[in-house]
């Protein structure tokens, strides 16, 4: 039996050490300055803020990845994450939006965090300083209705 734990135990140290070697690429894109999101439109200070805080390593190409990132399958789900961020919107590319895009986003932006569906409980709960306050949610919805004329 102790030859069978054994055994299980080094296959599974095995395994572990296998999953290292799949590596999805972390990537930080160049940023053009004129096409982000503070180029293309007013961001006061405070909404700045709190972007750069809660939103930015997800929202934008100048994501700061930490150690774990470097550790499967942590590593698979953080990229995962960043990535589908990127999509959703990306204001270090807000240039590239078509004004409905634009508006949209905003809109959503106002929305989810008011719903405290963003930022996502799984970075919240190791990046305890994203958390949004009510305050940041208010400057953030203040911010995207006054750009969209006061209306979402």
């Known amino acids: 039996m102790n ?12 395994v572990i050490v296998a999953v290292q070697l799949i590596r999805p690429a972390r ?3 160049p940023t053009d300055p004129s096409r982000t999101l503070a180029a293309s439109m007013p961001v006061p ?3 700045q803020s709190v972007l750069e805080r809660s939103c930015r390593d997800c929202h934008s190409n100048d994501t700061r990845w930490p150690w774990y990132s470097n550790v499967a399958p942590m590593s698979w789900m953080l990229i995962d994450h960043v990535n589908s961020g990127r999509r959703h919107f ?17 809109h959503d932006i ?4 008011q719903q405290g569906s ?8 190791i ?3 994203a958390r949004l306050s ?18 979402h």
Do not use: F
């Open 45 to 47: 200070p405070a909404a």
């Open 90 to 106: 990306n204001y270090s590319d807000w240039a590239g939006y078509a004004p409905e895009k634009s508006r949209k986003v905003l």
């Open 134 to 151: 009510d305050a940041d949610v208010q400057t953030l919805c203040a911010w995207t209705k006054a750009l969209a004329g006061g209306r």
């Open 27 to 29: 990537t930080n894109p």
């Open 118 to 125: 963003m930022p996502v409980g799984s970075y919240t709960l």
């Open 3 to 14: 030859r069978l734990i054994r055994y299980a135990v080094l296959a599974w140290i095995g």
């Open 110 to 113: 106002c929305e989810e965090t």
């Open 127 to 129: 990046h305890r300083d």
